[in-house]
């Protein structure tokens, strides 16, 4: 099977690491040669972030270089069109609609670019758009954004369901199991 | 079984399986995880040391003691520990003893962009580099044979890429080992002049040794691609290499980077028609091919300057790039900041306020330099600032006294900025040392250090008071102010520039980000009372933006500092009951 790459990307402290570490173990629970590649650090802190998740028969490197991911799941809708450029021609964009100002747009110097999803569609990209943090909300917790964007992602997915539910029971800590598999569902009937 | 695990991770099952007893290190990023992983066996003593330098020397007393030991830093870490390094290139060891350095090319979390080969080189020790979490943990058993097969120090060298990326690894056994009778052995150990000129030659003909050892290791192979394209490359290099071209090429994969296997090198290089060296930072091993006179391809078509991956792989051999989308909208940057609630926010504010000079150091304030804000004069190294300040103080004498200031935070200032007050003290500068006292370690991810009180396991330990100890240095005037509120900061900062005595003004609260810290419901604005004066949104605090001219507060970042209500004077940020 040829590697196949997802791309996770938000605001430093959204909750991404727990993300790539379901999808991590799920995929390797499914017999993939895995690479996950984290940052950690500087950029954590309220920066763009970004994580890589590789699975395939084998897998060398952990990077997903431009033109090369199948999935982007974003958090914030702008880090969606950041990382656009390393999209292939067909891939597809899971994004949250919420909107989180960076600091060039916080002090003035830079204006928001609303409708840049839009623009991703006028090319032909195929962008999800879901309100994953009043989903999250709904489901009990706005941290569990991230559980409700991998049920999203499960729907492209050929993945069983089951597997999935397990891997949230395996990842998540037992306090936070029923808000998460609440979220899991919301993200993926939505 | 196979886990998914981080580099770093796979490093310290790598310490427990090797029968390792003593680890001790300093956080620093890519580095940290190696030694908080390695903190979850009980089998080996793990603890967060000051400095890299003491970390290094502790790993010195293991394993003169006799047991395997190891410390781990990041590049610029090394530049600390350098000191014992090169000497402990010359007494070896009794107990193997690794040192695992991390290497950060782009500089994710960094000051620099060095090359840790070259310490390898300087030292003449021996450096392996793994490509994966599989041969991390490999490659950490192979350099305690090699550490104690040929009484050397060795260095294991990781970067980014590899200690934050996950891979499969298969998990063994550890083989414990007996603590030996300790025998002393004064030539060997006591590095005066007379026997560290007896140790030198050891070492000369060690390094011969090991690099024939490089010539036999099954840590450096050859795989067979065709005679047309040969690429000599090491760690993620070879993955990216590997992920573009497959078994197209020829490829040596260098695990042993120092010393380098000259025949492997010029038999593979007889055997393929081009050859090219990739490797990320310098050209280090370019510089050894043209040292044998081999002909290669290696920096000409490749930066010295940040990481690569597929793309510049493509672009540097003339491949195509895959088609991607390109927007024309120009995304505005998203750099780290400060968080919502940090508490250097407020301290930070006063001195822009004020135009206060201040000469910055390493860690999480380091973002104080900043749009709005723009706090910092400078960042160097770890414990820059109080030194920095010294002398700033001394070349621009009362005038910038006056008006200057340095910050450093708690766990910075017992890495190497106590050292730097002890010169403020000792040869008298009426300097103001702000110590940003957050209760951890922040910016590498909340490791405990000497003032918080605990230990690597989370188990209370002794915890040095900062007043106490800035006393007992010679400063007579340390103030504690909370620097959430604005107006003490203030009053108190403005007095200590005043006075004429050097003082240190402890800037204390626990970072937000601490479990115990609990937040505050979040604030908010009254659209009614609001005029869109901006005043507020000098902070640069993530969670206050504005929308349709008034100030808006992001209730899912605001953890209800209270910091921007201070600032409103017509009172239309209130607290929130969320």
Redesign the interface.
């Known amino acids: 099977m040829e590697t196949k790459n997802v791309m996770i990307v938000g605001?430093?402290?959204q909750g991404s690491l727990l993300a790539s570490k379901l999808l991590?173990?799920l995929l390797?629970a499914e017999g993939y040669?895995?690479?996950?590649?984290?940052?950690?650090?500087?950029?954590?802190?309220?920066?763009?972030v970004v994580t890589y998740v590789r699975f395939g028969d084998a897998?060398?490197?952990?990077?997903i270089?431009?033109?090369?991911a199948d999935f982007i799941i974003s958090f914030e809708k702008?880090?969606a069109?950041?990382y656009?450029?390393?999209?292939?021609?067909d891939g597809k964009i899971i994004v949250n609609s919420q909107m989180?100002?960076?600091?060039?747009?916080?002090?003035?110097?830079?204006?928001?670019?609303e409708?840049?999803l839009d623009?991703?569609r006028d090319?032909g990209?195929f962008v999800d758009e879901i309100d994953a943090?009043s989903l999250a909300q709904q489901a009990g917790n706005?941290k569990s954004v991230n559980i409700v964007l991998m049920g999203r992602l499960a729907k492209y997915f050929s993945i069983d369901r089951e597997k999935w539910i397990e891997a949230i029971k395996n990842t998540v800590k037992p306090q936070f199991v029923d808000v998460n598999l609440k979220a899991f569902e919301l993200g993926y009937s939505y | 079984m196979?886990?998914?695990m981080?580099g770093n991770e796979a490093v310290a099952r790598g310490l427990y399986e090797a029968g390792v007893k003593v680890v001790s290190s300093y956080p620093g990023?890519?580095s940290?995880?190696i030694t908080e992983f390695a903190a979850k066996y009980d089998e080996i003593y793990c603890e967060w040391a000051p400095n890299e330098k003491v970390a290094t020397e502790v790993a010195f007393g293991a394993s003169l003691r006799g047991v395997r030991s190891a410390c781990a830093m990041k590049h610029v870490g090394l530049n600390v520990a350098a000191d014992p390094l090169f000497t402990l290139s010359y007494t070896g060891v009794n107990g193997g003893m690794v040192i695992f350095v991390a290497d950060d090319p782009a500089m994710?979390?960094s000051q620099n962009e060095q090359d840790s080969r070259h310490y390898a080189i300087a030292a003449k020790v021996p450096m392996l580099e793994p490509a994966?979490s599989a041969e991390a943990k490999a490659f950490v058993k192979a350099a305690f044979e090699i550490s104690e097969e040929f009484d050397t120090p060795v260095i294991v060298r990781m970067c980014t890429?590899?200690a934050?990326?996950?891979?499969?690894v298969e998990l063994e056994e550890r083989v414990e080992r007996e603590l030996p009778a300790y025998e002393k052995n004064p030539q060997k150990y006591i590095m005066a002049p007379a026997n560290a000129i007896r140790r030198h030659p050891f070492v000369e003909e060690r390094t011969r040794k090991i690099a024939e050892l490089s010539e036999t290791s099954p840590l450096n192979r050859v795989e067979i691609g065709g005679t047309e394209t040969g690429v000599i490359c090491s760690g993620?290099c070879?993955?990216?290499v590997?992920?573009v071209f497959g078994n197209t090429v020829s490829v040596l994969k260098l695990g042993i980077v120092n010393p380098l296997p000259t025949r492997i090198i010029k038999d593979f290089a007889a055997n393929v028609d081009k050859l090219y060296v990739v490797e990320e930072l310098d050209g280090i091993i370019e510089s050894h091919l043209n040292a044998l006179g081999v002909p290669c391809v290696g920096k000409e078509l490749f930066s010295p300057i940040g990481e690569y991956?597929?793309?510049t792989i493509r672009a540097a051999f003339g491949l195509p790039?895959?088609?991607?989308?390109?927007?024309?909208?120009?995304?505005?940057?998203?750099?780290?900041?400060?968080?919502a609630g940090c508490p250097h926010r407020g301290l930070f504010y006063t001195l822009a306020k004020h135009k206060i000079t201040c000469l910055g150091d390493i860690g999480?304030y380091?973002?104080g330099s900043?749009?709005?804000l723009f706090a910092l004069d400078s960042t160097l190294c770890m414990g820059a600032s109080v030194s920095g300040l010294h002398g700033f103080n001394k070349a621009g004498g009362a005038d910038s006294e006056k008006k200057t200031v340095c910050v450093i935070g708690d766990s910075t200032f017992m890495h190497s900025g106590m050292t730097g007050l002890v010169n403020v003290a000792y040869n008298g500068s009426n300097s103001t040392v702000i110590i940003l006292d957050n209760s951890i370690t922040g910016?590498?991810?909340h490791q405990q250090n000497p003032t918080t009180g605990y230990n690597i396991k989370g188990d209370p330990a002794l915890a040095v008071n900062l007043e106490a100890l800035c006393r007992s240095i010679g400063i007579e005037r340390v103030r504690v102010v909370d620097p959430y509120n604005l107006k003490e900061c203030e009053d108190v900062i403005l007095e200590e520039l005043s006075v004429d005595a050097p003082g240190v003004i402890i800037s204390r609260r626990p970072c937000m980000l601490l479990k115990y810290v609990k937040a505050k419901p979040p604030v908010s604005v009254n659209k009614d009372k609001c005029v869109g004066c901006r005043q507020c949104?000098k902070l640069?605090c993530?969670a206050?933006?504005?929308k349709n001219k008034k100030a808006t507060i992001?209730f899912?970042?605001c953890v209800g500092c209270d910091v921007c209500t201070q600032l409103c004077k017509l009172g239309a940020i209130e607290k929130g009951d969320r």
């Open positions: 605001v430093g402290g991590g173990a390797v040669d895995v690479k996950v590649s984290e940052v950690h650090g500087m950029s954590q802190r309220g920066g763009s897998v060398y490197s952990p990077v270089s431009k033109g090369e702008i880090e069109a950041r656009a450029e390393n999209l292939r021609k989180i100002d960076p600091m060039p747009v916080i002090t003035g110097a830079a204006q928001y670019p409708n840049v623009e991703l090319k990209v943090l706005a | 196979k886990k998914l981080l990023t890519p940290t995880e994710h979390s994966d890429r590899i934050h990326s996950q891979a499969a993620t070879y993955q990216y590997k992920e991956n597929q793309t790039q895959p088609e991607n989308v390109t927007l024309e909208t120009e995304v505005p940057v998203r750099p780290p900041v400060m968080c999480c380091t973002l900043a749009a709005p910016m590498t991810g949104m640069g993530p206050i933006s504005m992001d899912t970042q």
